[in-house]
């Protein structure tokens, strides 16, 4: 099985070095800097110049960019690398981006004679370099078998969540549950402090009860430290939660608190933590507090 890789960032650089745990195929990467596609050749892939040389002979292309802007481009634009893929071959986007522009890409690529799931993931820089991802795939039953096994290298668990685009549908719920979380065991915590408790009493406790979500653990520790290198940046949530907005007006379904989040982690990213994990909302609102 020939099978390329596009897009090498936090994500991506990780989860394609896991599918090379897979016994038989050979993996070709591409992304726009060098140094992850350096650091993958030297662990036995492939090495492309261009998307379009990637995706040479390959019978199913993994992508994971940034924004749909970017997968449009990398996909459509100028060398994109669909005109190069071979008829029947399935193109796999693990982007996160809003379904309705997923469902768009499929029928684009059903144009090419090209088959398309999309296949977005929950999880963050740990999980992906643990196999421990969870996918949220959309798409014919006969070609999510087709993956499973690939999806297998990467992550733990898949959820086929229906027809094509409701992989992306689901990354939606998951990341408005995601960000919300986040921001109000920040609020809760930053509470806590006012009343007399300890950061470091509130971090070991409050992420423990029954309430709170599992990955809090996790960003307690990052709060603790103050050190908040981007395991999943904050400038991505916010533009995520900019994808949910969209994909609600859509639906004409109101979003009051998601849309709150969005403004709070958008003036976050204003004030510097763009880059940072977005566990940093914690140190904007304390910083706002103190201001206040």
Not at 50 to 79: H, N
Request: proline share 4%; hydrophobic share 45%; aromatic share 8%.
């Amino acid at each position: 099985m020939k099978v390329a890789f596009i897009g090498l960032g936090i994500m991506g650089r990780h989860m394609a070095r896991n599918l090379m745990r897979h016994d038989d195929l050979t993996l070709s990467v591409f992304n726009r800097s060098p140094e992850p596609v350096e650091a993958l050749v030297e662990a036995g892939a492939r090495g492309a110049n261009s998307a379009e040389e990637a995706v040479a002979e390959a019978d199913i292309v993994f992508t994971m960019l940034a924004e749909p802007s970017v997968v449009e481009a990398v996909a459509f634009g100028e060398g994109g690398f669909v005109a190069a893929m071979g008829e029947g071959a399935l193109w796999v986007d693990c982007s996160t981006v809003n379904p309705s522009f997923s469902r768009a890409m499929a029928t684009r690529a059903g144009g090419h004679g090209l088959r398309f799931v999309d296949a977005p993931v929950a999880g963050t820089k740990q999980p992906a370099e643990e196999a421990a991802l969870t996918f949220l795939v959309g798409g014919a039953r006969e070609d999510v078998e087709i993956l499973r096994p690939l999806l297998d290298c990467m992550g733990q668990k898949i959820v086929h969540a229906g027809e094509t685009g409701q992989g992306a549908a689901f990354k939606m719920l998951v990341n408005a549950q995601l960000a919300q979380s986040m921001l109000v065991y920040a609020e809760t915590a930053l509470l806590g402090e006012n009343l007399g408790f300890s950061r470091d009493f509130l971090m070991d406790t409050l992420p423990n009860l029954p309430v709170s979500a599992p990955f809090l653990a996790g960003k307690a520790e990052l709060i603790r430290s103050g050190d908040y290198a981007a395991q999943f940046p904050l400038e991505w949530m916010h533009k995520d939660l900019q994808l949910l907005d969209l994909t609600a007006y859509e639906q004409n379904q109101p979003l009051y608190l998601a849309s709150l989040a969005k403004s709070l982690y958008g003036s976050a990213k204003a004030a510097g933590h763009g880059r940072d994990d977005f566990a940093a909302i914690h140190a904007y609102l304390a910083n706002q507090a103190d201001q206040g």
